[in-house]
């Protein structure tokens, strides 16, 4: 089994940003977004699932599954980019892929998208706890929205498109999926309670 490279954006997203005007800034963030995205999503190439859970095999192709099902049942590019990068943890660690994916994203893409990727397992792990401590909240359609785009995703034979054209897509939003001076004022990663 191949060993997968972790490297954190954070730290050169805080670094180079004070260098550069913010126009200029805003071209090269969105370019670096766009390339650490890639990075991110090409690492899951050859992560093997469980094939009880999953039988379309490997990680990347059930996340481009899941963002085509996200991609065509709404319009919002935070809920594809939450479809896509779901998993991006597991090319480091399967069982703590949500934490690990949330915190890659943290400070590169917008906060409710960072929430998603934290807690997209919940409705698995405790479903009864998570509907309680989200009940009536726009996060609990979403996180539904997430899970039953995640159980789908997991055919062996359907086409996917490659993961430049998915990020692509996302990335005709920036203004959306990256992170806003307003706050998301119910994307608290509180704990599950």
Partial sequence: MREKQYVSAN????????????AHADSLSAAFVKKHLDFLLTS??????????????DALYHSLQVFQLAHSACNDPQL?????LH??????STPDHAQIGADE?????SSRIVWLVRHHLHLLVAP???????????????????RAWDLKGRSPIVSVITPK??????????SSILPSSDAAYYYENKALG
């Fill in 105 to 109: 994203l943290e400070g590169l893409l």
């Fill in 44 to 57: 899951l190439d050859g992560v093997h699932q469980h094939p009880r859970y999953h039988p379309e095999g």
């Fill in 11 to 22: 730290q050169f997203i805080a670094e180079k940003s004070t260098i550069f005007t913010t």
């Fill in 165 to 174: 054209d998915a990020i692509d897509i996302l990335m005709m939003h920036t």
């Fill in 128 to 146: 009864k706890r998570t509907r309680r401590w989200l009940r009536n909240t726009p996060q609990l359609r979403e996180l539904e929205l997430l």
């Fill in 87 to 92: 998993d991006i943890g597991k090319a480091v």
């Fill in 80 to 84: 594809w980019a939450a479809a896509l």
